[in-house]
């Protein structure tokens, strides 16, 4: 690991902004940056540079307040933002993905919210399309009861349905503000998760923890998406997600709330074997549950950790996760029918409508 740009003293943020190529994607994430009304002595930029060649990396010089970390490969998001934070000192973390832009009162605006309520462990803002800004990428992120996670409003029309804070379970990695100290708490990301989901498994955590997130619509930023492997569906993300849905699952779900859910984890994953399928990847399904059967003692391990650190009880988890996956029914079944997920339709065809969550 070669560690480029001056050192930095102490600041208000960190951003950290993991890195596969796309130089041209990181420069105009960093001209968004420059362009942000917090003043440039409150924050600086760390970018972690995967698998770093010279013709793939963002070139000399690095624009002010800006350092930059060289990786001989690629480690994944989760281990890239881990580099980036032991390198950094500061009050609070933006997790930054490259192919995103913020606009100028993003960075203020969610600093500011964190700052009144020392509770939060994360805030996250209002997410659009980069290829066509009326459209919503994302409003924070929800789980099902069953395991399945979800980006609420994600590529609806932004017609203001989004426009109220609110509490959220998670933020999507693409830009979502931490407290530092709790990143300490929960020793950074887990780097066996190495891409996807790896953001609601931290938020999942620090839950556990007993602090809060929200969602900030004043906060907006623009999103391209699926920058690095270009498709959503791509066979490594089904590989991933597969792995990762029952790595959160594993190590987040106490066995009690396991035997309660049981039938709606097994449901759920049924569902997602018949995506999969149907969208041709069914080696990469396979890939995935195997590599999760093959972690299982290391999973049994970090869950006994998060057991043994966690501040709620079984109760106020499954509050947690009704309160998340009523949200995402709301979303649901707000939209026109022909938008509707199918999975979805089916999960909630089943089961119904979710009883009341509320977390204030």
């Not at 509770?119 to 395991?147: E, I, P």
């Not at 999103?223 to 791509?234: C, M, Q, R």
């Not at 106490?254 to 994953?269: C, E, K, N, S, Y």
Request: glycine letters at 8%; hydrophobic letters at 40%; proline letters at 4%.
């Amino acid at each position: 690991m070669v560690v480029d740009g001056m050192e930095q003293r102490s600041k208000l943020v960190s951003i950290i902004i993991p890195a596969l190529h796309r130089p041209d994607l990181t420069a105009r994430c960093l001209q968004s940056l420059a362009q942000q009304t917090i003043s440039t002595d409150d924050y600086h930029v760390i970018v972690v540079e995967n698998d770093a060649r010279p013709d793939s990396i963002l070139k000399d010089p690095l624009p002010p307040n800006v350092r930059r970390i060289l990786l001989e490969k690629n480690y994944g998001t989760t281990a890239s933002i881990n580099f980036g934070v032991a390198e950094s000192s500061s009050k609070y973390v933006l997790l930054l993905n490259n192919d995103a832009e913020l606009q100028p009162q993003f960075l203020a605006t969610l600093v500011s919210v964190m700052e009144a309520e020392p509770n939060f462990a994360f805030t996250t803002g209002k997410l659009l399309r980069a290829s066509d800004t009326t459209r919503m990428d994302g409003a924070g992120d929800a789980l099902l009861l069953g395991g399945g996670a979800y980006r609420l409003g994600h590529t609806d029309l932004d017609t203001g349905q989004f426009e109220k804070r609110r509490w959220v379970l998670s933020g999507c990695g693409a830009a979502t503000l931490f407290r530092r100290s709790v990143l300490d708490e929960t020793q950074g990301l887990d780097e066996d998760f190495f891409a996807y989901l790896d953001d609601i498994e931290l938020a999942v955590y620090v839950h556990q923890l007993g602090y809060k997130g929200c969602y900030v619509p004043e906060a907006v930023a623009y999103h391209v998406g699926s920058a690095t492997l270009g498709n959503p569906i791509h066979p490594k993300v089904v590989e991933l997600v597969t792995r990762n849905q029952l790595f959160l699952i594993c190590r987040h779900y106490p066995g009690a709330v396991v035997a309660i859910l049981l039938p709606r984890i097994l449901l759920f994953q049924a569902l997602w074997f018949g995506f999969a399928v149907r969208h041709h990847h069914f080696p990469a399904y396979v890939r995935g549950v195997l590599s999760a059967i093959k972690s299982m003692g290391r999973s049994l391990r970090k869950r006994t950790q998060v057991m043994q650190q966690r501040r709620i009880d079984n109760r106020g988890f499954l509050k947690l996760l009704r309160a998340s996956e009523k949200q995402l029914f709301e979303w649901h079944i707000s939209r026109p029918r022909g938008s509707r997920s199918h999975l979805l339709n089916a999960y909630f065809w089943i089961f119904g409508a979710p009883s009341d969550g509320n977390v204030s």
